[in-house]
């Protein structure tokens, strides 16, 4: 069985930095590439980052291009965003999400999600 | 960036009747080299995370019942859901997977009339 389990959210200050992990199991991670997508509190979907199988693809949505980086660790199947000069603006639910194979394709399968919340 | 709109923003729909959502790329998501559209639909009932329905715009994801259909091509594309269940009471996202970033449209809510 697919898991993603998220890790790292909270509350932190603007202009602070976070780390978020997501722990992978039930397929062999190194084969997909993986995604973060983000949910404000009742708002819509948009999509965060994404890198591919190999992390030779990556990609990042405008809003957060140069302050967002998304890694990938394949040897302990864990998926990372490390998120500087945080705005209130990127409060949200931060989902891990897997991709259905290459970089270019669908997702998958998503992760319960982990709230992070950018207030003073 | 390719914007994706959906229409309407919400809509209610008797049990066992038809539901039809509309989504509309800025550009065309076909990808010409292998005849794809690379356009996929969400479903994210309250509470919960998404949910894969459509891929390649009308591949039907495992498990995802037959009601749920997903059609067009280029730049215009429709969801449809043939007999509306209780269970579908959700919202609907269109998303893009043809270039970086891969936008999401703003959603769909469905509800029972």
């Known amino acids: 069985e697919v898991q993603l389990v998220e890790s790292g959210g909270g509350l932190v200050q603007p202009g602070r930095s976070l780390r978020l992990s997501c722990a992978a199991s039930g397929f062999t991670f190194d084969d997909y590439a993986m995604h973060w997508v983000r949910q404000a509190p009742g708002k819509g979907l948009e999509w965060v980052s994404g890198?591919?199988?190999?992390?030779?693809?990556?990609g990042y949505a405008d809003s957060v291009k140069g302050r967002f980086t998304i890694s990938r660790d394949n040897a302990r199947n864990s998926l990372y965003l490390q998120m500087n000069s945080l705005r209130a603006e990127d409060t949200a639910f931060y989902f891990c999400a897997k991709g259905q194979h290459d970089y270019g394709d669908s997702i998958s399968y998503w992760g319960q999600g982990t709230l992070v919340t950018v207030s003073s | 960036d390719i914007v994706m709109t959906q229409s309407p923003d919400s809509l209610a729909v008797s049990l066992g009747e038809r539901a039809t959502i509309n989504c509309k790329s800025s550009?065309?998501?076909?990808?010409?080299?292998?005849?794809?559209?690379?356009l996929a639909w969400y479903q994210q009932r309250p509470g919960q995370p998404p949910n894969l329905l459509i891929y390649w715009a009308s591949t039907r994801e495992s498990g995802v019942p037959d009601r749920f259909s997903g059609s067009g091509s280029g730049t215009d594309f429709t969801l449809t859901i043939s007999s509306l269940q209780a269970e579908d009471v959700a919202v609907y996202y269109c998303q893009q997977y043809y270039s970086t970033p891969f936008t999401f449209g703003p959603g769909t809510k469905v509800d029972i009339k």
């Open positions: 550009q065309s998501v076909l990808y010409s080299s292998n005849n794809k559209n690379y």
């Open positions: 890198i591919s199988w190999n992390s030779n693809s990556i």
